[in-house]
């Protein structure tokens, strides 16, 4: 037996090699071939085992009594050791250990262990420690699970709320169109009027449906058209742009782009309209929100950035999950969420870096080649 591996296995830690040889000294190794049980759940233990080589997996059944339904909870490699609860506290194992390449295993039979872990301060110290940090690991990942299990829950009653909401303004945006098109023909220099009011009717069921699409994890259809950047972006300060009206900031459009590009305009129109919509709730006064436009190398980028109070770093992870929301007790935490899956479905990607002195900087690419 390797001692100098020894001295670097956790439950050895700490020890002398005379005092590594002293407990080891007549222990036995077992190697279990791969995909061998080395403990079956709901058996009695009667051995703890150190990994000399290979690894192990450790799973459980989900369902009792069906083999099939199992959640892999761990893989152990060399140097780590398993076995020892059921030692302790008399009860049936856990879980299961499944061989994963022939390993090998140092097998302490459970009077044996009982006896090291009494006798031996350090052994019954590196045991403790490595039980601390198995419950602090079990404790983070059972905080995961139910966050998950939150947001799906939310989710779940979102995408309820707008199927529910698709099937009611229906009949509203139905009449609000038409009242806008007998607006236009009784009045036509009214057309661009009665134009924005029906588009904004079409953005409206396009949003509740992206939001449906999103909590139903379904891909949403994305049609890309060629776009002049041009008119796109006097359509933005025309209409996204005036709800900045009023306020001391500065939005200014710098487009590089000459040339026809292609995406779908009203999903990308969503984007940079949220992306701004963020801005502006996130400056106080004497700001400036600024959008970049650029072509290199047949990626179109699209940069927002700010002067606003930012985001804090504990939160920039986690920045495009959804639910999140920082600072804004009316909002949803859907709009950055949502922002990256159309992105994502332009085959593009969606990137933060914070603004210096303060602030936010977004940067939109838009592959041309992928998206024709």
Known sequence: MNIGFLKQCKLFEQMSEEEINITIDGLKTLVVPTGKSVIAEHTLG????????????????IAENDEDMVAQLKVMQPGE???EMSLLDNEPRSANVISRDNV???VIPKERFLNIAYSNPKVLFNLIRTLSWR???TNQKF??????????????AIGMAASKIIHDIKTPLTVIVLAAELIESLYPESKEFAKNIVS??????????????????????????KVNLITFFDDIEATIGQTLSGRDIDFAINNKVNEDVFFDESKIRRVLGNLIKN???AIENNGFIHIDARFEDKVLYFVVSDNGYGISEHIRANLFSPFLSEGKPSGTGLGLAISK????????????????PQGTIFTIKLPQQNIK
Not at 46 to 61: A, H, M, P, Q, T
Request: proline share 4%; net charge negative; aromatic share 6%.
């Open 104 to 106: 090998e295993l140092l």
């Open 200 to 225: 904004q009717t079409h953005v409206i069921d396009q949003m509740v449906r992206e939001i449906l699409d999103f909590a139903k994890g379904k891909s949403t259809p994305i049609t890309p058209q």
């Open 279 to 281: 801005s502006s709730e």
């Open 135 to 137: 419950l602090r690991d």
């Open 46 to 61: 009667d051995s703890l085992f150190v990994i000399v080589k290979g690894s192990v997996e450790i799973n459980k059944e």
């Open 341 to 356: 899956k159309l992105i994502s479905e332009h085959k593009g990607t969606i990137e933060y870096e914070p603004n210096q």
């Open 81 to 83: 050791f398993f076995g």
């Open 143 to 156: 905080a995961e699970v139910m966050e998950k299990l939150i947001a799906q829950n939310r989710l779940m």
